[in-house]
Every structure is written in C-alpha cells, then in structure tokens.
C-alpha cells in the first residue's frame, strides 16, 4: 500500500505543477500541560522536509511553541493546499532534534538566514523599537563573520520534527462527494493502514 508520506508527497508535487510558491506552509497547533485553561495556540511555520521519520520544523527556543512542545510533545498540523482544495490533517508527538542534528541544518542554510536568525534569536518574543534595531545587529554581524562560511550555530535554533500517529487526506470537491483518507498505523505499528471516511 502507498504510505502517506508518498501521498503526501504527490500532493506536494502537485501543487508546484500548479504554481504554488509555498506548498510547504503547515498550521501548527500546540497546547501547554500546565495550562490551566488548556488554552490551544496555533501558527504558521514552514517544513523544512518531511519522509517518513515525519514532519519536520525549525524554530526559536524563545517561542511559544517550543516552550509548549518542551512541556507536551501532542501536536497537530494542517497543511492547507490552496489551488487543489486539499488538506491534510496530522497528529502525533514532537521529537526535538539534538544538537549535533541542529548544527548539521544550521550549516546547510544559507549565510543570510543564519545571519538574520542570529541577530534576532535573543529579541524572540520581546518587545522591540523597530526591526531597524535588528538590522543593526545583522550588519555587525555581517562584518564579525565576513571571513567565515558559516556562523556558529545559534543557541535559539531548535529542529522539531512532528512524528504522526494520524493523518487525513481531505480532498473537496464541488460536482461529487469530497473524498476523505484516514492513515493510522497499520498491525503491531508496522506500515499504515487506510480506510475511508464518510465526508463532511
Ligand atoms: C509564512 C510564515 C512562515 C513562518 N515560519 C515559521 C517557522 O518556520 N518557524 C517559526 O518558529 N515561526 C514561523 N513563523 C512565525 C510563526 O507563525 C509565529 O508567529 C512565531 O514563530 C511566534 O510563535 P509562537 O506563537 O510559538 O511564539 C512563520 C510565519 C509566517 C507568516
């Protein structure tokens, strides 16, 4: 049987045939377990990949997200195809990457993005003047580190890879009935097992 990470995959190369600039923007939903109120937060982030060890994101350990992560590892993601009205829903739990695995993403991400992380991997989350303040920051560093191929890696810079337990394929459909796709794991968590859903 096709797995969903090849599912997902063709969904993927799909919505690039059709043009989309940005298939890989997932909603993350993430929920804090001392929250009293169990208040559930949501937000964009953008997949850096995903195969079948999951789904995987890099974010700042000053962020909310991650501070919930750290306390609950349950989450959920959307990933919203716009030009083929197609979802795909997943939920399971968070494997933080360690840190050799962090440095190894850090060194392949282009000089500017590790410059702009660094200089604004300390101000996460706080209140700030202006971005000009930040702009500042990424010119020293610019000169600092203009001999060398790489910065240090950022202490802020946190991989997250979302491993499913769950996943649905929803595509809509205006003349017929949408089509539904659920993906759990299969017998004794070997491979996955499928059926189908009535729609909504
Ligand atoms: C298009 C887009 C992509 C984003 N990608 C990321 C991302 O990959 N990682 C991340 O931490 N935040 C990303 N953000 C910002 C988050 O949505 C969020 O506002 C910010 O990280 C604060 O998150 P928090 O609510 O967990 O503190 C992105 C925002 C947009 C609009």
């Known amino acids: 049987m096709r797995s969903p990470?090849?599912?997902?995959?063709?969904?993927?190369?799909?919505?690039?045939k059709l043009g989309s600039q940005s298939p890989n923007r997932a909603?993350?939903?993430?929920?804090?377990?001392?929250?009293?109120?169990?208040?559930?937060?949501s937000r964009v982030v953008a997949l850096r990949e995903f195969d079948d060890r999951g789904f995987l994101f890099f974010t700042s350990k000053k962020t909310r997200k991650y501070t919930?992560?750290?306390?609950?590892?349950?989450?959920?993601?959307?990933?919203?195809?716009?030009?083929?009205?197609?979802?795909?829903?997943?939920?399971g739990?968070?494997?933080?990457?360690?840190?050799?695995?962090?440095?190894?993403?850090?060194?392949?991400?282009?000089k500017h993005n590790q410059?702009?992380?660094?200089a604004y991997g300390p101000h996460t989350n706080n209140e700030i003047t202006s971005t000009s303040?930040?702009?500042?920051?990424?010119?020293?560093?610019?000169?600092?580190?203009q001999d060398q191929e790489n910065l240090p890696l950022s202490e802020y810079y946190k991989g997250s890879r979302l491993i499913p337990n769950r996943l649905m394929f929803y595509t809509l459909e205006s003349e017929s009935f949408s089509e539904f796709v659920e993906y759990i794991p299969g017998e004794n968590e070997e491979g996955w097992q499928s059926r189908l859903l009535?729609?909504?």
Request: aromatic share 8%; charged share 20%.
């Open 5 to 16: 990470f090849d599912l997902m995959r063709e969904w993927v190369d799909q919505e690039c």
């Open 27 to 41: 909603i993350l939903s993430t929920i804090a377990n001392e929250n009293e109120k169990m208040q559930p937060h």
């Open 68 to 91: 919930e992560l750290v306390s609950n590892p349950q989450a959920s993601m959307v990933i919203w195809l716009e030009l083929q009205q197609r979802q795909v829903v997943i939920e």
């Open 93 to 110: 739990n968070i494997q933080l990457l360690n840190n050799e695995e962090n440095h190894s993403y850090w060194q392949a991400l282009p």
């Open 115 to 118: 410059l702009k992380f660094t």
């Open 133 to 145: 303040q930040l702009d500042v920051v990424y010119q020293e560093l610019s000169k600092q580190y």
């Open 198 to 200: 009535g729609p909504c």
